[in-house]
């Protein structure tokens, strides 16, 4: 874990967790699966920027427009050095759900009537951003979608997927870390069985990249999405990131500038990846911003981070399951990661929420974006916990303090 000396540095390097709420108290942020805080080395560098080296990329033959240009295609190699990949397969986008759509036009673009009869493959377990954009791609072209069940422990079925990935399958798209169970999913199991069968594999890493080391040529998977702000980056930036031989043979999500090789009143030409999929301005800032983030994460180590998560997460459950009307979603033997769900008997969960916030404590109420697994689960909302690097001690404790009297409140 993070020695007491090393975790007050890490800590102090968030301005806003200084800050008071509600006549004075301490602010606790227990929502960082929502959006994690940012740290100063990523505020400084975006301001920098603006300061310094402000221009659009790739274009403008000027010591500022190469200066940005520059800056902005380091962020991109740093993002394939994070995530094990080459620098031509990693796309910007605004984020995980701007990135799951472009992958679901441009595949259904790729393979247009060809998905007629077809299935996609998704699970119980995934975020509304890995649901509906498949939706919409079966209505539009005739394909049926697929939902692998999890077992009591929130984890993805791998015998329920074997049957239902099969020589139908085109596309499996999974979640890899559950962003209401907090619960970590075969991902590399589940691509295998989609490369299998020929079909095209995606994972949703919104909720894994702050807590696991990312090896996308480990997991097999033909695109990994993620987006920025989750791992202590700026808002408005996320990242694709597609094998070279599939991003190759892909259509454009988007037209407009930057995106073209040649544009003629009979027809245009595009880029290669990645920039083909890069269409006008894009969100500059964002991508240094996201590159100092990334620095920043790898200045500490990641093990011992993610054990200091773990033991978060383990002192979180524990003051939940101690309150009898307290339920974890998921049971009490799922292994979580950075994130505990929960619903209290005969309470809402926006009840406590406000109780809490009240006593300065910030956490997530709500279906959070998992409509489906909610059902499933038999709830139609929940409260959630959420955990990252900068968590401390006394926050869990005001936690615990602040959850006991919410629940004394509001179950006598």
């Known amino acids: ?50 300061r310094t080296s402000n221009a659009n990329v790739h274009r403008g033959g000027h010591a500022l427009g190469t200066e940005a240009t520059e ?7 740093r993002v394939a050095g994070f995530m094990g990949c080459d620098i031509s397969e990693v796309i910007f986008t605004r984020g995980t759900t701007d990135g799951i759509n472009l992958i679901a036009a441009s595949l259904g673009k790729k393979l ?21 954009p498949w939706q919409m791609l079966c209505e539009q072209t005739g394909a049926s979608l697929r939902v692998i069940p999890i077992d009591e422990a929130g984890v993805i079925s791998l015998e329920h997927a074997r049957s239902l990935i099969d020589e139908s399958t085109a596309i499996v798209s999974v979640i890899h870390v559950s962003n209401t169970l907090g619960t970590e999913q075969p991902v590399k199991e589940l691509c295998a069985m989609a490369r299998q069968v ?36 700026p808002t408005g930036i996320g990242v694709v990131a597609g094998r070279a031989e599939v991003l190759a043979d892909l259509p454009p999500y988007q037209g407009g500038g930057s995106m073209i090789e040649d544009v003629r009143w009979e027809g245009s030409t595009y880029q290669e990846a990645p920039l ?22 790898q200045q500490y180590n990641r093990a011992s981070v993610l054990e200091h998560e773990l ?39 926006q009840d406590l929420g406000v109780l809490l916030d009240e006593q300065g404590v910030a956490i997530r109420t709500g279906h959070h974006c998992t409509m489906p697994l909610l059902r499933h689960l038999g709830v ?23 959850l006991a009297k919410a629940l004394r409140i509001l179950t006598t």
């Not at 990249?209 to 480990?218: G, T």
């Not at 009307?325 to 005969?346: K, N």
């Open 311 to 349: 033991a978060c997460t383990r002192r979180i459950e524990a003051a939940i399951v101690s309150h009898p009307a307290a339920r974890l979603l998921g049971g009490e033997h799922a292994q979580r990661t950075g994130i505990v769900s929960f619903v209290v008997d005969g309470v809402h969960a």
């Open 198 to 233: 020929g079909a095209f594999s995606v994972v949703d890493g919104a909720q894994s990249v702050v807590h696991h080391a990312i090896d996308m040529r480990d997991l097999g998977c033909d695109f990994f999405v993620w987006s920025g702000h989750k791992l202590y980056g």
């Open 380 to 402: 139609n909302s929940a409260a959630r916990v959420s955990v990252a690097a900068y968590t401390s001690a006394s926050d869990l404790q005001v936690f615990e303090a602040a």
């Open 112 to 132: 247009g009537s060809a998905l007629r009869g077809k299935s996609i493959v998704v699970s119980e377990l995934e975020h509304h951003a890995n649901i509906v």
């Open 276 to 297: 083909r999929f890069e269409a006008g301005t894009p969100n500059m800032e964002g991508a240094i911003g996201l590159a100092a983030a990334i620095a920043w994460v």
């Open 1 to 50: 874990m993070l020695c007491d000396d090393n975790h007050h540095e890490l800590r102090s390097q968030f301005t806003i967790l200084g800050r008071t709420v509600h006549g004075g108290r301490q602010l606790v942020y227990l929502d960082s699966a929502a959006t994690a805080q940012k740290p100063e080395a990523v505020l400084t560098t975006i301001t920098d920027y603006y």
């Open 71 to 77: 800056q902005y295609e380091h962020a991109r190699a």
